[in-house]
């Protein structure tokens, strides 16, 4: 079996990505949340432009409308951006947990 070893380094760099990314991630996911919120507000201000139709009508309008869908453009950047930064933070806690099981298996060995 090809084993390939996790140096000391490498796990550094991950756990200065971790503390570094902290607050891009936090923004990134605030980001997210307020636009996927603001989503219901956004749709009943665009229905209140219409209130000489029905509540379906003017439900249909806020959907069609530009603005709406304006921001369902910027809610797809927004959750892109957040899962690739929870991914990568992901990806960096993996390795750091490998590391660490492969540096218990070696202490292990050595005993």
Do not use: C, G, P
Request: charged share 35%.
């Amino acid at each position: 079996m090809n084993e390939q070893i996790i140096s000391e380094k490498e796990v550094s760099k991950a756990l200065d990505y971790l503390r570094d990314s902290a607050a891009e991630v936090a923004k990134a996911k605030a980001e997210r949340i307020y636009l996927e919120e603001f989503r219901k507000s956004l749709k009943a201000l665009i229905m209140k432009d219409h209130l000489d139709m029905s509540v379906s009508a003017q439900e249909r309008e806020a959907y069609a409308s530009e603005e709406y869908t304006k921001h369902l453009r910027a809610m797809q950047i927004a959750i892109e951006k957040d899962e690739k930064l929870r991914f990568m933070r992901i990806a960096a806690e993996a390795k750091i947990n490998a590391w660490q099981t492969m540096s218990a298996n070696y202490r292990s060995i050595k005993l």
